[in-house]
């Protein structure tokens, strides 16, 4: 009774498949969800953000998506980056632990994979076991391809995963629709890299600066006390770093603290 319980707190009540929208009206929908996206999307955003408002808008572009998140798999480990459900994220975790389940089938084939659950036992068992404790019975993983430029190939990037309380959710109509939904999207996500990269290179430039100008006042005070030359003082200073195996930048830092507390 617990466990019947659970479920249906957890599973709201459905449309059955016959009482599913039309298909005009299910383009519709993921249409002004890409509206959505497209105008709510700045340029300034990280990937991170950006993969959340995709995630939140992707819920609401196909009937019976109950809950969205976003594999990234282009990294040594992969991750879940966005999620409308945090419970769901154990869902995803499996499947990386185990290194297979349907988000890693769609990276593989770079196709979309529909699984309803209790169909995979043999297949991919963490992700159905984990995908039943969490009352799931349909889930459809999309993967997310970046655009390619004239000097790059199509970039996988990760995988849009749909959950689904409903068994008969997720036709071959929707998957096109997440297909087209993700092919548009990409975009989004591109741009959101292009900036995160800039932002990164702006800040290790701002970084390589600063500690710049601390090893010339280091070999300013270093200089005037030993008057020795430039090459000299800066030699005394790579000389200390190795001995105590701190950083050049740090030496010169503490050099500096040291004579402003004499």
Same mark, same amino acid.
């Given at each position: 009774?617990?466990?019947?319980?659970?479920?249906?707190?957890?599973?709201?009540?459905?449309?059955?498949? %016959?009482?599913?929208?039309?298909?005009? *009206?299910?383009?519709?929908?993921? &249409?002004?969800?890409?509206?959505?996206?497209?105008?709510?999307?700045?340029?300034?955003?990280?990937?991170?953000? @950006?993969?959340?408002?995709?995630?939140?808008?992707?819920? #609401?572009?196909?009937?019976?998506?109950?809950?969205?998140?976003? *594999?990234?798999?282009?990294? &040594?480990?992969?991750?879940?980056?966005?999620?409308?459900?945090?419970?769901?994220?154990?869902?995803?975790?499996?499947?990386?632990?185990?290194?297979? %389940?349907? /988000?890693?089938?769609?990276?593989?084939?770079?196709? &979309?994979?529909?699984?309803?659950? %209790?169909?995979?036992?043999?297949?991919?068992?963490?992700?159905?076991?984990?995908?039943?404790?969490?009352?799931?019975?349909?889930?459809?993983?999309?993967?997310?391809?970046?655009?390619?430029?004239?000097?790059?190939?199509?970039?996988?990037? #990760?995988?849009?995963?749909?959950?689904?309380?409903?068994?008969?959710?997720?036709?071959?109509?929707?998957? #096109?629709?997440?297909?087209?939904?993700?092919?548009? &999207?990409?975009?989004?996500?591109?741009? @959101?890299?292009?900036?995160?990269?800039?932002?990164?290179?702006? *800040?290790?430039?701002?970084?390589?600066?600063?500690?710049?100008?601390?090893?010339?006042?280091?070999? #300013?005070?270093?200089? @005037?006390?030993?008057? /020795?030359?430039?090459?000299?003082?800066?030699?005394?200073?790579?000389?200390?770093?190795?001995?105590?195996?701190?950083?050049?930048?740090?030496?010169?830092?503490?050099?500096?603290?040291?004579?402003?507390?004499?």
């Amino acid at each position: 009774m617990a466990d019947e319980t659970h479920a249906s707190e957890m599973s709201p009540a459905k449309p059955d498949e %016959g009482d599913r929208p039309d298909a005009l *009206s299910r383009l519709d929908e993921t &249409a002004e969800a890409l509206t959505v996206l497209r105008n709510f999307f700045t340029d300034e955003e990280p990937l991170d953000t @950006a993969l959340q408002r995709l995630a939140d808008t992707a819920s #609401g572009a196909i009937p019976d998506a109950d809950a969205v998140t976003v *594999s990234l798999m282009d990294l &040594a480990q992969p991750r879940t980056a966005a999620a409308t459900n945090p419970r769901l994220i154990e869902v995803d975790e499996k499947q990386y632990s185990a290194n297979r %389940g349907p /988000c890693f089938e769609a990276a593989r084939t770079l196709r &979309a994979v529909r699984a309803v659950v %209790g169909e995979h036992l043999e297949e991919w068992p963490e992700f159905e076991a984990a995908a039943a404790e969490q009352a799931i019975r349909a889930y459809l993983s999309v993967p997310v391809l970046l655009p390619s430029s004239q000097s790059t190939q199509e970039q996988h990037l #990760g995988s849009l995963n749909i959950y689904s309380y409903t068994a008969a959710a997720f036709d071959p109509f929707d998957e #096109g629709l997440m297909r087209l939904f993700t092919t548009t &999207a990409s975009a989004t996500i591109a741009s @959101a890299q292009r900036h995160q990269r800039s932002r990164d290179h702006i *800040s290790s430039l701002e970084q390589a600066l600063v500690s710049r100008a601390v090893i010339d006042q280091a070999k #300013g005070v270093l200089i @005037a006390v030993h008057s /020795c030359t430039a090459d000299e003082a800066f030699a005394m200073l790579v000389q200390r770093s190795q001995r105590e195996n701190i950083k050049l930048r740090d030496i010169a830092k503490n050099l500096l603290d040291s004579v402003a507390r004499s």
